[in-house]
Structures are given as structure tokens and as C-alpha cells.
């Protein structure tokens, strides 16, 4: 069927309702193509993978954050929690920065089940033969 | 043209009519056809792209009204 898999390599590394939802899109709709999707959390990044954590629009920006929920909502548009576990559903890999992590105090325990710890070697030997690698 | 199975995507933003699609092809043999059904504009690019890159066929994809219909035969 497919040819060779692709792999896609994505670094997040900021916590806000929009760089939040990229990934997970392109996470998604990476794996819906057949492709490796591999996504490295880091820095900021890190908290998207946190039980329950609902990221919020960033600055002054942050008081609006209810208002683009709805009207994201209003479009149909599937949230952040329900693309993230159609994310680790479909398999796509997740990785948390082991030292963001340490720098940040958040513990394996913290984060939503079927992430690997790991650092940048790892993240950077995938991303070597990726056909795709983005940084959000 | 008949359909073996049809997914109703309507009111679905992008992403989701793409990895809808992927779930119920999985569960598709090889020569059956999926009819999709979706009004996310984006659909009549991401569609064709989809059966390139995952070896299914685009049958046909045509406009009604708002809704594109988008026959997919599943494999080679």
C-alpha cells in the first residue's frame, strides 16, 4: 500500500491555546497520512502534556481566552484535550524534555500516560531522517 | 456509484473529517468504497492529498450544494 514511512519531527516549546493546537493538527492529521508523527515538548512546551491542562491565549491576549474556546466550539473546531488524545490514540510519539522537566519540577507522574522521557540527542537522531521537522 | 460505507463529516472542522476517514478505511478490505461527505471547504485539497500519499484511489469528488462528496476505494 504506502510507501516507505514518512516521519515528521515537531518541537514545541510555548503553552498557548494557539501553539497548542498546531502540533496537535499537524500530529493528527501526520499519522492520518500514513507518517511517523514524533512530537518533542520542551521548555514551555512541556505543560501541553500535563493531566488536564487547558492552555490559555497568551498576554494580554489572556482574558479572551473563554471567548475563542466558544467560538472555536461554535465552529466545530475539536479541543485541545480531545486532539491530544486522538494524538496518543492514533500513536503518535510524545516526548517530554527530561531537563525541562528537572527546571520546571514536573514529574513523569504529571503528564498524560504514553509519553517517553527524553532528551535532545534523541529527539535530534529521529529528526536526522525526518522528512519533516517544524519548530512551534 | 455505491458505497460499501458512508461517513457523514458535516459541520466537522479540520482535522477531524481526515482522521474519521482514516478509522473507517481501516476497517475497509481492499476494493471497497467509502463514500465521504464533508462541507469543510479545505476538503477538496486535503481529500486528494490524503489518497495520493496513503495509496487509496480518488473515484470522484464533486460538489453539491455546500456538501463535496468524495469516493474513496481503498488500496490498489
Known amino acids: 500500500m504506502a510507501q516507505d514511512k514518512k516521519k515528521i519531527a515537531i518541537v514545541v516549546s510555548e503553552n498557548s491555546l494557539d501553539k497548542a493546537m498546531m502540533p496537535m493538527i499537524l500530529a493528527t492529521s501526520g499519522i492520518a497520512l500514513d507518517a511517523e508523527v514524533h512530537v518533542f515538548f520542551t ?14 491565549l497568551k498576554g494580554m491576549m489572556k482574558p479572551f481566552t473563554g471567548m475563542m474556546v466558544k467560538k472555536m466550539k461554535e465552529q466545530n473546531i475539536a479541543t485541545f484535550e480531545e486532539l491530544r488524545a486522538q494524538c496518543i490514540e492514533l500513536g503518535a510519539k510524545f516526548y517530554a524534555c527530561s531537563t525541562s522537566m528537572a527546571m520546571m519540577g514536573i514529574k513523569q507522574a504529571d503528564l ?12 535530534l537522531k529521529i529528526a536526522l531522517d525526518a522528512q519533516v521537522t517544524l519548530f512551534i | 456509484m455505491q458505497a460499501d460505507k458512508t461517513l457523514d463529516t458535516r459541520g466537522m472542522a479540520c482535522p477531524m473529517p481526515i482522521i474519521k476517514t482514516k478509522k473507517a478505511m481501516d476497517e475497509l ?22 489518497c495520493e500519499q496513503t495509496g487509496n484511489k480518488l473515484v470522484s469528488i464533486e460538489e453539491k450544494d455546500d456538501d463535496i462528496y468524495i469516493y474513496i476505494k481503498k488500496g490498489e
Do not use: H
Open chain 1, 112 to 123: 498524560v500516560d504514553g509519553v517517553e522521557v527524553a532528551g535532545a540527542t534523541k529527539f
Open chain 2, 29 to 50: 478490505k481492499d476494493g471497497e468504497v467509502l463514500l465521504v461527505i464533508a462541507d469543510d471547504p479545505g476538503a477538496k485539497e486535503d481529500f486528494p492529498a490524503w
Open chain 1, 43 to 56: 521548555f514551555w512546551g512541556l505543560e501541553l502534556l500535563k493531566k488536564n491542562y487547558k492552555p490559555k
